[in-house]
Each structure stands twice: as structure tokens, then as C-alpha cells.
């Protein structure tokens, strides 16, 4: 499925954890995604990030919520 909107789409991913109380969240990795994720913790809106297999097609960010 490709995705038309990735911001929208992290932010949906975010949310819906939280929602559940889910303490970590996955998500296909970008540049763009990588700001917004740094910004988000810098802010105080997650606890923090990280990027999982970056040199891979499949690298991921992994948030964690608060």
C-alpha cells in the first residue's frame, strides 16, 4: 500500500499508540520523519527516537511515547 501523505500517516501511527497505551512505535524511516521525530522529542511530545537498520530499505523509526 503505498502511503500519499507520510506525515500524516506518522502522526496517525503516534496517536493510535497512544490511544492504546502502546510504549513504542514503528515506523518506515525518511529523513523528513527523522526531523519531525527530533522536533517531537525536543518539544517534550515523545520521549525520544531511534533509528533502527539505517543503511537498509527497510530502516525504521522506533518512537518512544511517554
Known sequence: MTVTD???DM???IRNAIIVR???V????SKMKLELARILAQEGFI????LIR??????????RLH
Open 6 to 8: 507520510p506525515i500524516a
Open 11 to 13: 502522526l496517525t501511527r
Open 22 to 24: 502502546h510504549p513504542l
Open 26 to 29: 514503528s515506523i518506515p524511516a
Open 47 to 50: 520521549e525520544g527516537y531511534e
Open 54 to 63: 539505517p543503511n537498509t530499505p527497510q530502516a525504521t523509526v522506533r518512537i
